[in-house]
């Protein structure tokens, strides 16, 4: 391969790479903000550290393997730095290939992409409208019933910033946009607006750019009272989650400009539904501080060292981040999740949360410190560069450990400190094994709106939450705060 054929599009402007391949490794390594590939000898670690004891406290698994070899090789794989003896380690070609493959989105074959210039998108296929996993479940005739537009559409008109032609690509832009990565979220989404699908098909309605105002109020009324191809009655609770995915679906579209009416106004209502969430799925303080005092009692051996400390790490971020599952996988689009070091011991977690909204989470120095231990495990700085973009959480089989992984990381912890707790006290046991990565955002939630009375828009804006209405009921969950405020008003009062 010649390196000067790749583009590196982050550029200002856009440049290639150097033509040689260690100029190239180089280039990446600053580009990236961590060593890629470095060949070490004694002589260029005295040069480097000035003495052994030196090179021994900054590089201890370097100076062990060049008492035995002539050389040694570090460099980037799936997420850490690993470092072997030179005559085991792949060439400098290979390395740089894999980590030109992993990031494709910023760096650029220029014979390729003038190759891929000849070639014409396929119609409904371009980038923004590209089906999401739940349209790609969907039959050929629900396809077809969705790949046109009806009465309220615009599909060409100058104010449709979506820049969609049917309701197939208007809804897979739904879909990414208010779901964000969750596949959780897709899902219950994705029944909703198949139940509406099939309340349709039964009247032969559709598609659903063309639903009056007048349908839409049939059908909430149809939930109600229960009718052919909806699967109803619904429970008052259900039936407003379904209302409320369909309110959401046409304000999207009229906001964005795709519907130039909004059929659905006031179909909802999502203000009363949000005043009445209470969270129950909590974590009690206590276990969760045993499942602390297991990840810090936990001794594990060399060989597994990365892994430990990788779950610590997880555990943390969940823990006191308070952010939910898929915002903490990798996401090559936004570069997102990333960490940030305003000064020492003052990290910052930006993530990209549902509608695609980034927030920024201040990290406490309990987390920063497991963070600190992880990437240096990882073979990165203890502080992460300005510049660094590369996942938080590295795979095995991977740059980066996605929601699945993050998820069995997890449970994994919950049923080790389950198994602990299971003959003393097995109703804990029980409700552990039942936990997932998100109890323990409650968890972060209740502490800061219960535990510790930080105002709700301040909370809200830790939480991502698109209403304070919603953290507002974490205060449900305990009457202690409550009983405090009325001990304090009316205890002088009394005579």
Not at 356 to 382: D, E, N, Q, S
Request: hydrophobic share 45%; glycine share 6%; proline share 7%.
């Amino acid at each position: 391969m010649n390196p000067a054929d790749w583009i590196d599009t982050a550029a200002v402007p856009p440049r290639p790479l150097p033509a040689a391949v260690d100029a190239a490794l180089a280039y990446l390594a600053e580009a990236l903000g961590h060593a890629v590939y470095v060949h070490w000898t004694l002589a260029r670690v005295k040069r480097r550290y000035g003495s052994l004891a030196e090179a021994k406290a900054a590089q201890p698994a370097v100076l062990k393997l060049l008492l035995a070899h002539d050389g040694v090789i570090e460099y980037w794989e799936r997420g850490r730095l690993r470092t072997v003896a030179a005559d085991e380690a792949p060439s400098p070609e290979t390395v740089l290939t894999r980590l030109l493959h992993t990031h494709r989105r910023r760096f650029r074959s220029d014979t390729s992409s003038a190759e891929g210039a000849a070639v014409p998108a396929a119609a409904g296929a371009t980038g923004p409208a590209a089906p999401t996993s739940w349209l790609a479940t969907q039959g050929p005739a629900d396809l077809a019933w969705l790949a046109r537009a009806g009465r309220f559409a615009q599909p060409h008109a100058a104010s449709n910033t979506l820049g969609a032609a049917n309701d197939t690509q208007a809804l897979a832009l739904f879909l990414r946009d208010r779901t964000g990565r969750s596949s959780h979220t897709q899902r219950a989404y994705g029944a909703e607006l198949r139940r509406l699908m099939r309340w349709c098909g039964a009247r032969q309605l559709g598609p659903l750019s063309d639903l009056t105002r007048q349908q839409l109020l049939t059908y909430r009324h149809a939930l109600q009272r229960g009718a052919e191809g909806a699967s109803l009655p619904l429970s008052e609770a259900a039936r407003t989650r379904a209302l409320a995915v369909v309110a959401s679906l046409y304000r999207y579209w009229y906001d964005t400009g795709y519907l130039h009416a909004n059929p659905a106004a006031g179909l909802s209502a999502g203000s009363r539904a949000r005043a009445e969430f209470a969270p129950t799925r909590l974590i009690p303080p206590p276990l969760l501080a045993a499942c602390d005092a297991w990840l810090d009692a936990m001794e594990p051996d060399a060989a597994h060292t990365l892994t430990a400390q990788r779950r610590r790490a997880i555990w943390a971020l969940y823990r006191y981040a308070g952010v939910r599952l898929a915002e903490l996988a990798w996401s090559a689009e936004t570069a997102l999740p990333r960490l940030e070091a305003e000064a020492p011991g003052r990290w910052t977690l930006y993530v990209c949360g549902k509608g695609r909204k980034a927030r920024a989470i201040p990290l406490p120095t309990p987390c920063v410190a497991v963070l600190r231990a992880y990437r240096r495990a990882r073979g990165l700085p203890p502080e992460p560069p300005a510049h660094e973009a590369l996942p938080v959480i590295h795979g095995n089989k991977g740059e980066a450990l996605q929601q699945a992984g993050l998820y069995r990381e997890v449970k994994a912890i919950f049923a080790a400190v389950a198994d602990g707790l299971q003959a003393r006290e097995p109703a804990q046991a029980l409700l552990l094994r039942a936990a997932s990565p998100h109890w323990l955002r409650h968890a972060y939630a209740r502490t800061l709106v219960v535990d510790h009375q930080v105002p709700l828009p301040t909370a809200q804006a830790l939480l991502g939450h698109a209403s304070v209405q919603t953290t507002a009921a974490y205060a449900k969950t305990d009457l202690t705060q409550l009983r405090a405020f009325v001990d304090a008003t009316f205890t002088d009062n009394v005579p």
